[in-house]
């Protein structure tokens, strides 16, 4: 219920909310207030979480005039607005990001040393929200950042899930080991539960006939249980715009009805244990990012939060007597995969059972209230719900996708008559190898427009994965290329290089990315390149500094820093990294080369593999127990170290990025839908070493050949190759390079003579590599070779880095939201 029912009279209340006053003193002395009457601490008395949890809210609440400021306008001037649905958002630090956005940084720092306290040691406090998996979940924190930035209306709904991606920790022996990743117990300090606004969420019971009041007949559902979601609510502050739009994660609690019910039967230790099983469905995010298992639970969490936003914004964000019929002119849902689908019948629910719409008119508004984004072609990773699945846990939404597969297939059959085999493939429920649900199916159905994330991905979808889709409805299918956050991964990130580029262009870059094509001519100025490889120094010698301090490592900073940073995934192919690094290693030690002959390079990992994904970690064991015999051999002089630092995650992204010279994308073509670090690490001055694949492809023909190192097959060879019968063993047996280190792997030279440890991974390989290492091998190892060579001129190899940068503003995340603006929201979100 809203606040007093009467006009506010007291004129304090009259007035717009105004943040504090913008100055060292008055900071100073908005956190002393904060420290002591919120923490309850004394400075003397404080630790440094009291510390840094006051100064986030500290920081908070000069944003928070910005966002009533915002919601009220959004209130009295209602535009088109976009609904974010996505599972995942992987957010990285808050701190840093709100001192920019909001162009606090410097007094805070000024008030921070004046009461004595080290900025540095308050802002490694604070713990990342890692509510995402990887590329997906970070590319929708992209999208709120850039959104606001651009003061488009957008909620991101989302879960609050307890535990975010695991903790990944490594034995001693190099083994990946699952760590909970508890980021609430220090504090929150940047969410706002609002449980005023709280939901009821239902699952289970049946469905039956009744007669409505005009006696027609109807379906209901009758559900057997039911949670309460609770919104926590997260500040999306533009950059200096004065907007800041809302991030809404839900949480799940048990409804006070359920427990009643519970209650009654007079067992007070079950109703507490209903609380506890309600909780669990925004407990942890399910960390497989490309293998999801159709797990009861997950389906729980994908409805509980769709449900929860669309009800949010039917009930909190539309007037009672809004015309439901012109629901799509008010919002546009977007489906980040298949993962929110579900949203789209329990619309038609909705409509059709809480509304007394009939089929088709819900049909009509349904049908243009959501987009759907695809993030993959991997076959596996494509959704399919066991139908008794759904049925169990929602049927009447099983129902309706029934319904909604019933008049699709209608259109198919009147489409191509007699084509019995086209309706088998284009159905929404497949009925081998069992009865399921898929997913994308019903969203490229349902959509208004679909979206692959890179030019080649979004042919693929077209032309391979949804190929009979795109043939019925070619204006359905569209691209919209991934771009990333030049705030925080320039600006933020990489400070060296943002100062240098502001002082020669302006700041206008960091709204405006195409600007950074200004830099162009100080790729030939030889100033310029000097004070551009000055900021990578720098870079390098910061993470130097890190591996040090956490890792006991001495990194020289004049070596090449070769940087894969990624979930491990075999089509990722960290392997054909890995055998690179071998066979250099085995060059020196059998004296083929001296060390003197190679060019130096640290080789950086970063990933986390799936707990289930057993030949992941097996590779992640083998790149860590590599590591160690590199590293400890005197016979490679330094000049190859293998670093692999444990929990890669966005902190340790905004730290290893801006330190890359060589950025390594090398995915089996036609694998990686787009890659978005590919863009990050293109940004921050990094050269390339790539396959033609996903936003590779783009990549090398913004940048230039000439600044890109390519290699590998293409994915039509690899389609040709692999009809043809792919066999990597006659790769194996023709290339002796291959075989050595192959070999010495094989041998147990890594694993202290053990060999059983890399006989999984050795014989896959020789045995089915199913992502074409073996293929690419030596084309890999001759591009591998041009990069020493083109690193041995610095100059040049400075000139390349620098045309990257310049080239590549088109891989803003600002531009992205302008592609989906024009291509498929429509303008009038921009009002
Ligand atoms: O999405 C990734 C793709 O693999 C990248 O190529 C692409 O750049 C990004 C952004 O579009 N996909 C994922 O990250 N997928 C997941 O994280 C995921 C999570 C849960 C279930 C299935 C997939």
Redesign the pocket.
Known sequence: RLGPRAAPTHPLALVPAVGPERTVDAFVREYLEELNFSQGAPLARSTVNHQYLALARTVRSYLMADWLETAARRREQPTKMVGYLS??YLLGRQLDNALLNSDLAEIVEQAMAALGLDLNELRAQEVEPGL????????AACFVDSLATMDVSCIGFGIRYEYGIFTQVFTPDGRQVEAPDNWLALGAPWEFPNPDRAVRVSFGGHTETYADDSGRERRRWVPGWSVRGIPYNYMVPGYRNGVANTLRLWSAEATSAFDLETFNSGDYVDAVRAQTFAQNISKVL?P?????QGRELRLQQQYFFVACSINDYLHGTLSKDFDLTRLPEQIIFQLN???PVIAIPELMRILLDEHGMNWDQAWAITSRCFAY?C??L?PE?L?VWPADLVGRLLPRHLEIIYGINDQFLDLVRATYPGDELRVRAMSIVAEAPFKGIRMAHLAAVAATKVNG??EL?STLLREKVLVDFARLWPEKFTNVT?GVTPRRFVRMANRPLADLITSTIGDGWVRDLEKLRELEPYADDAAFREAFRAAKRANKERLAGIALRTGDLVLPTDHLFDVMVK?L?EYKRQLLKLLHIVTTYESIISGEVTPEQVTPRVVIFGAKAAPGYRMAKEIIHLINRVAAVVNADERVCGRLQVVFPANYNVTLAERIIPAADLSEQI?LAGK???????MKLALNGALTIGTDD??NVEIRRLVGDENFFLFGLTEPEVADLQRQGYSPGSYFESNPTLRRAIGLIASGHFTDGDRSVVGPIVGDLLANDRYLVLADFQSYLDAQARVDAAYGDQDAWSRSAILNVARCGFFSSDRAMRDYIDRIWGAEVRR
């Open positions: 599972a995942e995402g998996n990887g590329g997906l979940g970070r590319l399910y497989e990012d490309s293998t999801p995969d298949t993962h984004t993030h993959t991997l990773a959704e994330v890179a991905h991934n979930r995934h995915s990686e839908a787009s890659g978005t670090g590919n996903g936003a």
